[in-house]
């Protein structure tokens, strides 16, 4: 914390948004990932660069791609992460379920998925 006595509390936008703007103020080329399913459902059709998933992620599937950097908050209901159907074992940081916490997921060589946690 910068000031303890004069602190900014953050009203305005929810946390995802925040996350999206620190990124793009530490210069992390993201865009948005959307889905179109209303409970944290997400397919990218062909993974590839830098995305944050605009919601908590309850499963993310990849029908393609060899590489992708991709910023999530797992939902409380978090189930994983699968390519072309497949349910993938990720390496790396262990996923805790808790609606806050930012993680990336970096697909490499297109079947690999290693999670890794964003900050302290």
Do not use: C, W
Not at 36 to 42: K, Q
Not at 49 to 60: C, F, M, R, W
Not at 79 to 95: L, N, Q, R, S, W
């Amino acid at each position: 914390m910068i000031n303890k006595d004069r602190i900014v509390p953050i009203t305005k936008t929810d946390l995802l948004t925040m996350y999206g703007t620190m990124l793009k103020i530490a210069s992390v080329s993201v865009t948005a990932l959307e889905t179109t399913a209303t409970d944290g459902t997400f397919v990218i059709a062909s993974a590839s660069g830098t995305v944050i998933a605009n919601e908590p992620v309850k499963s993310l599937e990849i029908t393609t791609g060899t590489s992708a950097t991709i910023y999530f908050v797992p939902a409380y209901d978090f189930k994983g992460f699968t390519i072309a159907g497949v349910p993938v074992t990720t390496t790396g940081a262990t996923v805790d379920p808790d609606g806050a916490t930012l993680y990336t997921a970096t697909l490499s060589g297109g079947n690999a998925i290693a999670i890794a946690k964003v900050g302290f």
